[in-house]
């Protein structure tokens, strides 16, 4: 009897720590430059697919959420050292990025779009391409001994390409979904590819604080009830021009 009140004392202790942890605000950090997936609208407020996925979150885990514009370098950094709590980011889950953090359970598979002239490959001699700073693609190019030109923001991504300072561009499937509908960036008449190597696709999710471990199980737990509610959908259709899971 003596062991199953103390089994039971632990259970609601441990209860009430994960009620006052989510009672509690949670810091989130989000881009603000990734049209659009997250960018500001016109009102100037924060929005898009990644942002408003993070807000049906925290209204599923009844919790007050206040959002961090961040570079996605910085974002990591913040993330790690527990100055924030999670990164609502589409991040692929690298094995370096695991060793630093946590990640919830993915919410959905991106691919790695190839930018380019007719004829212009990947490994080109003589190639400039641009990357975000931070990023898996940017890795990946750096890996290979590519020519790079990083940017702050996904939004910046055009600009290079635009002033001739790269020729091609390493992009995710959500921002360059953005920029296919950019008049600026179809001007330039690149030609895309969805690029098959293995560390440029994958699971995407957001990132936990690894000092925050018990904020996982609740945050797929909420994802998991949007996705079954149609919330999810809903975001999806109102920002992607095609179907994401």
């Known amino acids: 009897m003596f062991h199953r009140m103390i089994t039971v004392l632990c259970a609601l202790f441990g209860l009430l720590a994960w009620t006052t942890s989510m009672a509690a605000d949670l810091r989130i950090a989000v881009l603000e430059n990734a049209p659009p997936m997250a960018f500001r609208g016109a009102d100037g407020q924060l929005t898009g ?3 408003e996925i993070a807000r049906a979150l925290c209204v599923e885990l009844k919790t007050e959420c206040s959002f961090h514009p961040r570079t996605l370098n910085v974002a990591l950094d913040e993330l790690v050292a527990g100055e ?9 889950e690298t094995p370096e990025r695991r060793a630093r953090f946590l990640f919830a359970k993915p919410y959905f598979r ?8 007719q004829g212009v490959v990947p490994g080109q001699r003589g190639v400039r391409v641009a990357v975000l700073s931070g ?3 940017e890795r990946f190019a750096r890996a290979r001994s590519w020519d790079t030109v990083a940017v702050r923001t996904n939004g910046e991504l055009v600009e290079p390409l635009r002033a001739g300072i790269a020729q091609a561009a390493l992009i995710p499937m959500g921002t ?7 008049e600026q960036f179809r001007a330039l008449g690149l030609v895309k590819m969805v690029m098959k190597d293995e ?9 936990i604080a690894p000092r925050r471990p018990e904020l996982k ?26 179907r994401v899971d």
Do not use: C, H
């Open 135 to 137: 990023s898996a693609q």
């Open 110 to 117: 991106s691919v790695t779009l190839w930018f380019a002239r």
């Open 176 to 182: 360059g979904v953005g920029l296919m509908q950019n």
């Open 84 to 92: 924030i709590d999670v990164a609502a980011i589409s991040l692929l």
């Open 199 to 207: 560390e440029l696709g994958g699971d995407v999710a957001f990132g």
């Open 49 to 51: 697919f990644t942002i």
């Open 217 to 242: 199980a609740p945050l797929d737990g909420a994802l998991d009830r949007i996705k079954r509610n149609g919330t999810y959908d809903r975001i999806n259709s109102q920002f992607l021009p095609l």
